[in-house]
């Protein structure tokens, strides 16, 4: 169930539940989603035995992930938050996220709504920086996080970044997409920005996969 207001799971959800599927995940291993949405990431977690926790800003997506976690008969603890501030002081095992990722123009106020899912600074980053320096003390000994942007928001920022605050990260899984129809409204002012070339009518998804050393 999608309520008004939620972002509605996309080709990016998708590409994550890829990666989570080729993902061991022992029974009774501590997950966290962030930015859970639906909770569909989170059900899916949930069903291969993890313990999981799903954390969104958003009360819509809150009470969707709670009602699809009812529908679905799983147990999921469900937190409404900004990131990891619900669950400071906890660890885990896993840590899936897809926040926002696309670049968008200036505005005066933040992103409100159902925009909050995607637009993410003139950079895209402004939810991916704070991902890859919290999420490591997050972690427990060979835990993994797996997330999935846009090549639009730098993807070798990212793995750098999570480098430099000690995992181990490489990009796991690729996927070329026709633009969607926040892209493709705003496909002139990321050309000017020279994040597409004049005629790229694509966009590159990736899941980035970080490890925690033992």
């Not at 930015?35 to 999981?52: C, E, I, M, P």
């Amino acid at each position: 169930m999608v309520l008004p207001g939620v972002y509605v799971p996309h080709e990016d959800t998708a590409l994550l539940l890829e990666a989570l599927s080729g993902e061991p995940l022992s029974a009774g291993a501590a997950v966290l989603d962030v930015g859970t949405g639906t909770g569909a990431v989170a059900l899916a977690a949930a069903r291969r035995g993890g313990r999981v926790t799903a954390v969104d800003v958003s009360r819509r997506a809150v009470y969707a992930a709670r009602l699809n976690a009812a529908r679905a008969g799983l147990r999921v603890r469900v937190r409404r938050g900004n990131l990891f501030d619900p669950v400071r002081g906890e660890s885990f095992d896993l840590i899936l996220a897809n926040p926002p990722y696309v670049p968008a123009p200036a505005r005066p106020r933040p992103p409100r709504g159902a925009a909050r899912a995607w637009d993410a600074g003139q950079d895209g980053r402004m939810v991916l920086d704070r991902i890859c320096e919290q999420a490591p003390g997050m972690l427990r000994p060979a835990g993994v996080l797996m997330l999935v942007q846009s090549a639009l928001s730098d993807t070798e920022r990212t793995v750098t970044c999570l480098r430099m605050n000690g995992l181990k990260a490489a990009v796991t899984r690729r996927q070329r997409i026709a633009f969607g129809p926040v892209v493709l409204g705003r496909a002139s002012w990321l050309r000017q920005r020279g994040l597409l070339s004049p005629t790229e009518d694509q966009e590159e998804l990736v899941v980035v996969r970080a490890e925690l050393p033992r």
